[in-house]
């Protein structure tokens, strides 16, 4: 019996060589023909073995797919429309807490992502108005927690506001921001993303706030002056034609800062009232001509 071994394949009995029935090159040939036939049954079943790896589903592939089809859906252009504030005015008052909070409310259907950064106000209403971002801790003066929300659909999340020094002599003023956070545009057609952000206006007042309005006239010309220590708005503004009684004109609302000054031309001659309100109290006050 003639045994033949390849690599990786047990030993194969093939017949013995029969003399008889043909002669040696015969045999040779037979035998060489056995080889061949072998070797060949080998790498059919490699690739049959290659073909089936490769028919198989690439996950990674699949995974790219999925995601592709994901990026491709439509995304809705109102979904961070649908973000309000509970209120846009934060007064830190003396003896009152040193923290407030403010509800976040998401009206949209879709999960909302916000992001909230807080800056100081210094000379706040003038021409030397500058909006500083304190980054370092230790000098930070208003922190606002948490500073990233994600909100779903038709609820809402607090956030809240820590005064984290005393009362200075005068007011100091921040504006904090609440601002969508998306990411890129997904349609498959062009659109345009609506973002709405909103800026609350906090007030953390000195340990005893005067608002103290002074003006002064010139013709139509009057000019207001916030001679105190806080910041006061005059609101309900109205004048009326001194030849006409009838004829009343409503006034611009301004908010002045302690140190402000508002210049502006009356529509008569005459008197001029507002209501002032500096946070804790609201009185109307009358201007004539003379500024008294």
């Not at 003066?141 to 809402?156: D, E, F, Y």
């Not at 820590?162 to 200075?168: P, R, T």
């Amino acid at each position: 019996m003639n045994k033949f071994k390849f690599h990786g394949i047990k030993e194969m009995d093939f017949p013995p060589i029969n003399d008889k029935r043909c002669d040696n090159k015969m045999c040779q040939y037979t035998s060489a023909c056995n080889v061949i036939v072998l070797f060949l049954t080998l790498i059919l079943i490699s690739g049959f073995a290659q073909t089936d790896e490769a028919n198989r589903p690439d996950e990674k592939a699949t995974d790219i797919i999925h995601q592709v089809s994901k990026e491709n859906q439509p995304t809705n252009l109102n979904q961070h429309s649908g973000m309000n504030l509970s209120r846009m005015i934060v007064d830190f008052k003396p003896d009152e807490a040193y923290h407030q909070d403010l509800q976040v409310f998401n009206q949209g259907k879709n999960n909302l992502y916000v992001n909230v950064d807080v800056v100081e106000v210094q000379n706040p209403g003038s021409e030397q108005e500058k909006r500083v971002a304190t980054k370092d801790l230790k000098t930070l003066t208003l922190v606002a927690t948490p500073k990233k929300l994600i909100i779903p659909g038709s609820s809402q999340k607090n956030v809240r506001l820590v005064n984290l020094v005393e009362a200075g002599k005068t007011d100091r003023i921040y504006r904090v921001s609440f601002s969508p956070a998306v990411g890129k545009l997904k349609a498959k057609t062009s659109g345009i993303k609506i973002l709405i952000a909103y800026q609350a206006l906090v007030i953390v007042r000195p340990n005893q706030p005067v608002a103290d309005v002074v003006a002064e006239r010139k013709g139509k010309r009057i000019i207001f002056r916030n001679t105190g220590n806080t910041n006061v708005i005059l609101q309900n503004g109205m004048q009326c034609d001194p030849k006409d009684k009838s004829q009343c004109k409503q006034l611009e609302t301004r908010r002045l800062y302690a140190g402000n000054v508002w210049e502006f031309t009356l529509p008569f001659s005459g008197p001029v009232t507002f209501e002032l309100d500096d946070g804790m109290k609201v009185k109307t006050k009358t201007f004539n001509e003379d500024g008294i």
